[in-house]
Nanobody, 125 residues
Framework: QVQVVESGGGLVQAGGSLRLSCVVS????????MGWFRQAPEKERTFVAG????????LYADSVKGRFTISRDNAKNTVYLQMNSLKREDTAVYYC??????????????????WGQGTQVTVSS
């Protein structure tokens, strides 16, 4: 069974940066498509960024383009989300998810079959 564990959340001032990490168990991590999602209070969970297994294909939500960067280190079974120029509206619980099919990055959470518990990111003004 695949386990997904996020870390790196916290409290940061607007304009600041955070880097989230996500470690995935299993020997086939390098074949997974990985995604980051977020859920703000009383809102639905939405797609933030995704990267295909070989790192050659990435996708970002319009709201984070130019500020967030997804990357991965297959040797460490880890995917990262570097978040710069954070805004109050970035406040949310951030989830890491794995799509074991290794297909193109999908924005719908229905395509991801393993999820972490989430890490809280709070951006203050």
């Amino acid at each position: 069974q695949v386990q997904v564990v996020e870390s790196g959340g916290g409290l940061v001032q607007a304009g600041g940066s955070l880097r989230l990490s996500c470690v995935v168990s299993g020997r086939t991590f390098s074949t997974y498509t990985m995604g980051w999602f977020r859920q703000a209070p009383e809102k639905e969970r939405t797609f933030v960024a995704g990267m295909r297994w070989n790192g050659g294909s990435t996708l970002y939500a319009d709201s984070v383009k130019g500020r967030f960067t997804i990357s991965r280190d297959n040797a460490k079974n880890t995917v990262y989300l570097q978040m710069n120029s954070l805004k109050r509206e970035d406040t949310a619980v951030y989830y890491c998810a794995a799509d074991s099919s290794g297909g193109v990055v999908m924005t719908s959470q229905n395509f991801y079959n393993s999820w972490g518990q989430g890490t809280q990111v709070t951006v203050s003004s």
